[in-house]
């Protein structure tokens, strides 16, 4: 119905960037918010940074001043700028947006992508 498709992850070493990109398809009338959580080993999946239709953003203390999120509602795609990357970003980070289908009714779900591994290591 909706699949949300992580991409751009790899390894990096400490003080790198990577640019993740989640595109969203399906049977999509809209997408309201949409954000980036991660999930390192051991630990339980966390928030990281979220953007509203509108753009209003939102980040995790963790990651302010270095990840940027960004979206194309035209292309139904969010996007996560990660610069100055440190070991303790290493995870995997899952794409999660909100959206509105019709099939064949309208309904409204949240729904997440499969996840792309970002590590972080000399």
């Known amino acids: 119905q909706v699949q949300l498709v992580e991409s751009g992850g790899g390894l990096v070493q400490p003080g790198g960037s990577l640019r993740l990109s989640c595109a969203a398809s399906g049977n999509i009338v809209s997408i309201y918010a949409m954000g980036w959580y991660r999930q390192a080993p051991g630990k339980q999946r966390e928030l990281v940074a979220t953007i509203s239709r509108g753009g209003t953003t939102n980040y995790a203390d963790s990651v302010k001043g270095r990840f940027t999120i960004s979206r194309d509602n035209a292309k139904k795609t969010v996007y996560l700028q990660t610069n100055s990357l440190q070991p303790e970003d290493t995870a995997v980070y899952y794409c999660?947006?909100?959206?509105?289908?019709?099939?064949?009714?309208?309904?409204?779900?949240?729904?997440w992508g499969q996840g792309t591994q970002v590590t972080v290591s000399s």
């Open positions: 999660n947006a909100d959206v509105g289908t019709y099939n064949p009714s309208y309904s409204r779900g949240d729904y």
